[in-house]
């Protein structure tokens, strides 16, 4: 038997990281003395510990080890094609980054108008469709699209409605006025806090009334995103069905940390639980980031209503039909209300087309 030092020394795991995979059942020690809980491990475990090392240095989260892992014990090519399909996801969304990179420098470097640019004018083909659903008496949902303006808000509380409602017409201005592509990240950051404060008039000092938000500014290039909650965002490229939000949930960070699947979170009593939102409380700082566009796009909004529901593989089925937005975003409402439609769902949905 080898001592957790000595194990951590040849597996080049830290004890630290021992103790937290054993808490996570993802490396149980052989054996813990009953009278000081020293671990002790077996040197077959070496090769479980390896493993894990590995995977962790492939950046893939604690969750998805702990099915690589049992996957392994009962049939290794099983856990293999587990390691291919998470390195093609990582792959895949590399290559939009790496493409955000790319337009970065060379907007950097050479300007907006500079030689070599691309003089094809991009715009939005957009459609938003809100519905209460098959159980709620009332719909607290808003869903927006415009020229340069798409948001989802879900709000709650007794005045969930004017909630997500006020969050929303807060940013509407940004839909008509010209939004130079430089500073879009600080005037959508500014918009939010007007639309905070309007969470708040409606509350009138109840704390709890508030609304979640995600919302797309366009520039006629790029896509500016500000999230807060648990709405997403999602983009469809090349047939590829990426998520661009995360979720502000006390599951999500539970999966985080590994101490959830995602299959445990999407049936946990608590998944509905936020750590962020718009409300009448402390303000809470979104994410902000900024999405390169390109012809061909599309582009999701939508509340928990259709996320809780409707799995991403048909999300993205349906997305990857060639109809327009407003019979994709009809086709997706009725989705979640086909799977029993528990909640208010809210969608939208938009194409980025050559002008």
């Not at 390896?50 to 950046?59: E, P, S, T, Y």
């Not at 999701?300 to 060639?322: E, I, N």
Request: net charge negative; aromatic share 4%; proline share 6%.
């Amino acid at each position: 038997m080898l001592t957790i030092g000595a194990f951590a020394k040849a597996s080049r795991l830290s004890p630290k990281a021992l103790r937290l995979y054993d808490e996570l059942d993802l490396l149980r020690p052989a054996r813990v003395d009953p009278d000081t809980g020293y671990r002790y491990y077996a040197a077959a475990q070496l090769e479980r510990a390896r493993l894990v090392a590995w995977l962790r240095r492939l950046g893939m989260p604690l969750a998805e080890i702990r099915r690589v892992c049992l996957l392994h014990d009962r049939d290794p090519s099983a856990a293999a094609r587990e390691i291919r399909a998470f390195w093609a996801r990582v792959e895949a969304e590399t290559a939009v980054r790496r493409d955000l990179a790319a337009f970065l420098v060379d907007h950097l470097t050479t300007g907006p108008d500079g030689p070599g640019k691309d003089t094809a004018m991009l715009e939005l083909r957009y459609s938003a469709h809100s519905d209460t659903g098959r159980v709620r008496p009332a719909n607290q949902d808003t869903a927006y699209a415009g020229t340069r303006l798409l948001a989802v808000a879900d709000g709650f509380g007794p005045a969930g409605a004017p909630a997500s409602s006020a969050a929303v017409e807060a940013l509407r201005f940004l839909d008509t006025d010209e939004v130079p592509a430089g500073g879009v990240l600080d005037i959508l950051e500014d918009a939010v806090r007007g639309a905070e404060q309007a969470v708040r008039d409606v509350a009138d000092g109840s704390g709890d009334v508030g609304t979640t938000l995600t919302a797309l500014l366009w520039t006629g290039s790029r896509l500016a995103l500000v999230h807060i909650g648990d709405s997403r965002a999602y983009l469809l490229r090349d047939g590829e069905l990426f998520r661009i939000t995360h979720d502000h949930t006390m599951v999500q960070s539970m999966v985080d940390e590994g101490r959830l699947t995602p299959e445990e979170a999407a049936s946990h009593p608590q998944r509905a639980l936020l750590l962020k939102a718009l409300t009448s409380g402390s303000p809470a700082a979104p994410d902000l980031r900024l999405h390169d566009a390109r012809p061909g796009d599309r582009y999701l909004l939508c509340s928990d209503g259709l996320s809780g529901v409707v799995p991403d593989t048909r999300v993205r089925q349906l997305l990857a039909t060639p109809a327009s937005p407003d019979e994709t975003v009809r086709a997706l409402v009725e989705a979640a209300n086909t799977a029993g439609g528990p909640d208010n769902v809210s969608c939208v949905v938009a194409d980025v087309v050559e002008a």
